[in-house]
């Protein structure tokens, strides 16, 4: 018989059980990834579906925060060449703003919208479940309110900002393209007209956001649509693009290496809390890294005393 095949035997007697748990794991593992497959498949025709029954385009782009400048001529300029079709609404936008959500909060962005959502054409919020006799003061949840996150109907929900807490009473809960789930880093939230005013009276100096909903044309793609627009709006407000050198791709691994230390250090080193603006944690943490903190690479020395030490040499 033949040797090799004498010594496989001889190994797979000897190590049946380690043999019998790999295979079995091999099957485990193949059904697994077949029911994954099936779920991938079944769901993703379905949320299509979703999609474009509830007319959420190809996507969206949202501008928070400070929306001067982005006027109706600024936005034809950037969506007209490119776009079949495209919707602009203005809300208010909480950005990484605390919520109830379980037995806890959840920090996240929250959409807050009037009524108008419910009959605006592209990303139109459907209602689920709503108790009709509430009649003011209310608010609509994203359904996942209702499914995981622990409310229901005649429930109060609270938002609380810049030390005002708005209380309303849950009406309904709702099913929309962006903004209904969390995993989306995003829910949208929908209240009656009037205390819709006065949110936006309050806040809109602060949180006023557009959102404009858009409808590619044929054979534009998503994503470079994106940075085109994105690239456009970045000189509105004062910011100017940091690029690598040419045929240098090194340079990435050093620009992810500094995202990779301001989020490491931000949150293990500072402890931040969220108390102040995200972009002034941010710039705080920039004037730290360039003025406080030694580098082991620059013998020990901040990059700013590096600089001031070596430039003269160099530029000499």
């Given at each position: 018989m033949?040797?090799?095949l004498l010594?496989t035997?001889?190994n797979?007697?000897?190590n049946r059980?380690?043999s019998?748990?790999?295979f079995?794991l091999?099957?485990?593992?193949?059904c697994?990834i077949?029911i994954?497959?099936?779920i991938f498949?079944?769901c993703?025709p379905?949320v299509?579906r979703?999609?474009?029954?509830?007319?959420?385009?190809d996507g969206y782009?949202?501008i928070?925060?400070?929306?001067?400048?982005?006027?109706?001529?600024k936005?034809a300029?950037l969506?007209d060449e490119d776009t079949?079709?495209?919707?602009?609404?203005?809300?208010?936008?909480?950005?990484?703003?605390?919520?109830?959500?379980?037995?806890?909060?959840v920090?996240?962005?929250?959409d807050?919208?009037?009524?108008?959502a419910f009959t605006?054409?592209?990303?139109t919020?459907?209602?689920?479940?709503?108790?009709?006799?509430?009649t003011?003061?209310?608010v609509y949840?994203?359904?996942?309110?209702y499914?995981?996150?622990?409310?229901?109907?005649?429930?109060?929900?609270e938002?609380?900002?810049?030390?005002?807490?708005?209380?309303y009473?849950v009406r309904?809960?709702t099913?929309?393209?962006?903004g209904?789930?969390?995993?989306?880093?995003?829910?949208a939230?929908?209240v009656?007209?009037d205390?819709?005013?006065?949110?936006?009276?309050d806040?809109?100096?602060?949180?006023?956001?557009i959102?404009?909903i858009f409808d590619?044309k044929?054979?534009?793609?998503?994503?470079?649509?994106?940075i085109?627009?994105?690239?456009?709006?970045?000189?509105?407000?004062g910011i100017t693009?940091s690029?690598?050198?040419a045929g240098?791709p090194?340079?990435?691994?050093?620009?992810e290496?500094?995202?990779?230390?301001?989020?490491?250090?931000?949150?293990?080193d500072l402890?931040i809390?969220?108390?102040?603006?995200?972009k002034?944690?941010?710039?705080?943490y920039?004037?730290?890294?360039?003025e406080?903190?030694?580098a082991y690479?620059?013998?020990?020395?901040t990059?700013?005393?590096?600089r001031e030490?070596?430039?003269?040499?160099?530029t000499v």
């Open positions: 033949n040797k090799a010594l035997k001889s797979l007697r000897k059980g380690t019998v748990g790999l079995l091999m099957v485990i593992a193949t697994l077949g994954s497959l099936l498949m079944d993703y379905s299509s979703e999609a474009v029954r509830l007319n959420g385009g782009i949202s928070a925060g400070n929306v001067e400048g982005f006027t109706d001529e936005i300029e969506f079949d079709s495209y919707y602009v609404y203005h809300d208010l936008k909480l950005t990484n703003h605390p919520i109830a959500f379980g037995n806890g909060e920090v996240i962005s929250v807050i919208c009037d009524d108008a605006r054409p592209m990303n919020f459907e209602v689920i479940t709503e108790d009709t006799s509430i003011e003061d209310y949840l994203p359904y996942q309110f499914t995981s996150g622990g409310f229901n109907t005649g429930d109060t929900f938002i609380t900002n810049s030390g005002k807490t708005y209380s009473k309904g809960f099913n929309v393209v962006y209904g789930c969390n995993n989306t880093a995003l829910f939230l929908v009656d007209n205390s819709y005013e006065e949110l936006w009276n806040t809109h100096e602060e949180y006023e956001n959102n404009v590619l044929d054979g534009v793609k998503n994503g470079k649509f994106r085109k627009a994105f690239n456009e709006l970045l000189p509105m407000y693009r690029m690598s050198r240098t090194t340079d990435n691994a050093a620009m290496a500094i995202n990779g230390w301001i989020k490491a250090e931000m949150f293990m402890h809390t969220g108390e102040k603006p995200v002034q944690e941010v710039d705080d920039i004037t730290f890294f360039n406080q903190r030694p690479s620059l013998n020990y020395l990059p700013k005393q590096y030490f070596f430039l003269p040499i160099i």
